[in-house]
């Protein structure tokens, strides 16, 4: 394989010498005002440090609409680009070694070859994903009416084939959890039989669950609408749980922060799945409108705070077996996806050391005397702190930048890839379409 442009460790270590200065300063500061309260910086650096997220391999390409998609140059053309992409992200925040993949559109023709190549860059595998809302070249059947809940068993039996090949590529990669998002649903009132569809898709997933490792977990992802513009088989996390339950303990429900109805309270769903200890993991994104799969953070900040501020509870609590998952899970439509992910990376590490800060003591004492104004003050002052020196810090003490994107322009990776990656079309399989 030909040699091809990586960002060199040292260059990023020039590009910190130059913001090292004002970081410390701003640490210092930010150290003084949390000493005020009883914190300590250093411990906070350590845990920011220690965060680590999945980076979606289709969120390195350009995304598309239902209307249009305009490629970016140098869009990963193979699994391997992709990968080469996720290492980028991954020098420069430090805290995404993990890619997750999709099949087929990931498909590794040698598995060991490509986790020999992802390891070679300080990478590993988390959860794969499966793909059952398209159809693809020589398959025998049509999704086009459903998959695991299709009426036809024939159909269904090819999807639960597709996820049990999942599962053996994923243990070749290192994987340790199968993430089944569905297209199913219906367009038009009557199409579907609400009902059986899902007692059809139960019959399936248990079909995927008996072919699960021991030491596996499959993630259910559920979504409000799209494809399916009327209904939706597994539509919302209520659904989620009750298949997670009939299924059994290694079947976890897995929270897109975008599939859910505009105003949905996510921190209280959160909270919910954690109550009842299945809650997967995320996908991270943002959204204004529906699954709009925009950057994290973009739009509400404050939700992503308060869904950290649960998961940081339910961490300090020690909740028995929770672990939950991160990922991020974008379409980057006009964005360079490196740098929609790496600051979509940030966001969601800025929304856990800020979850971090919250005065629990304070407010457990706000909640007791039903004191909501101060309940809010405590989640607020938390919220307001401006983090950034202490995200700056665990990233640049681990290698990465200071500035991530800033220092990811000046390499010119984006264009030393347009250059090495001339466009293909035919090739191209990143990005939501
Ligand atoms: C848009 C809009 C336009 C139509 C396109 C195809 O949503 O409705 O009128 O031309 O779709
Ligand atoms: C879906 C869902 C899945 C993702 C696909 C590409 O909306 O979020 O997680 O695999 O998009
Ligand atoms: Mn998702
Ligand atoms: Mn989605």
């Known amino acids: 394989m030909a040699q091809t442009f990586r960002i060199d460790d040292e260059f990023i270590a020039r590009e910190n010498e130059r913001a090292q200065a004002w970081v410390d300063e701003d640490a210092e500061h930010l150290a003084r005002v949390l000493r005020r309260s009883g914190r300590e910086l250093e411990p906070l650096v350590a845990a920011a440090a220690d965060f680590r997220l999945a980076v979606p391999s289709w969120g390195v390409g350009t995304g598309g609409t239902r209307f249009a998609r305009f490629p970016g140059p140098g869009e990963p053309r193979d699994v391997y680009e992709k990968l080469d992409d996720c290492a980028a992200i991954q020098q420069l925040v430090r805290t995404t070694p993990a890619v997750s993949l999709h099949i087929p559109w990931d498909r590794p023709d040698d598995p060991h070859a490509l986790v020999a190549y992802a390891n070679a860059r300080g990478l590993h595998f988390d959860a794969i994903n499966s793909n059952t809302f398209q159809d693809q070249p020589g398959q025998a059947r049509s999704y086009k009416f459903g998959s695991l809940s299709h009426v036809d068993a024939a159909v269904r039996q090819q999807a639960i084939r597709h996820n049990v090949e999942c599962i053996a590529i994923g243990r070749a990669l290192g994987s340790r959890a199968l993430s089944v998002w569905i297209g199913d649903g219906g367009n038009v009132p009557g199409q579907v039989h609400t009902r059986r569809a899902l007692e059809r898709y139960l019959d399936s997933m248990a079909g995927i669950y008996r072919a699960l490792p021991d030491d596996w977990r499959v993630y259910l992802e559920h979504k409000l609408y799209e494809p399916a513009f009327y209904s939706t088989v597994i539509n919302d996390w209520g659904t989620s749980y009750y298949c997670a339950e009939q299924l059994g ?98 966001e969601v590490v800025r929304a856990y050391v800020q979850a971090l800060l919250v005065d629990r003591a304070a407010l457990a004492d706000a909640q007791d005397r039903s004191d909501a104004i101060a309940a809010l003050a405590t989640l607020k002052r938390a919220f307001l702190t401006d983090v950034s020196p202490i995200l700056a810090l665990a990233r640049a003490r681990a290698g990465g930048a200071i500035d991530p994107v800033a220092a990811y322009r000046a390499s010119a990776y984006r264009q030393r890839k347009a250059a090495e990656r001339p466009a293909d079309a035919s090739r191209v399989t990143a990005g939501i379409v």
């Open 249 to 346: 303990p290694k079947a976890l429900c897995l929270v897109d922060l975008g599939h859910h109805a505009p105003n949905v309270n996510i921190e209280m769903v959160v909270a919910r799945l954690i109550g009842a200890r299945r809650l997967a993991g995320f996908h991270f994104n943002d959204s204004k409108y529906g699954d709009d799969d925009l950057d994290t953070g973009s739009i509400k900040p404050f939700q992503l705070f308060l869904v950290f501020n649960e998961l940081v509870d339910a961490e300090l609590d020690r909740t028995p077996g929770f672990a939950p998952a991160y990922m991020l899970d974008q379409s980057h439509n006009v964005t360079d996806p490196i740098e929609s992910l790496i600051v979509s990376a940030t």
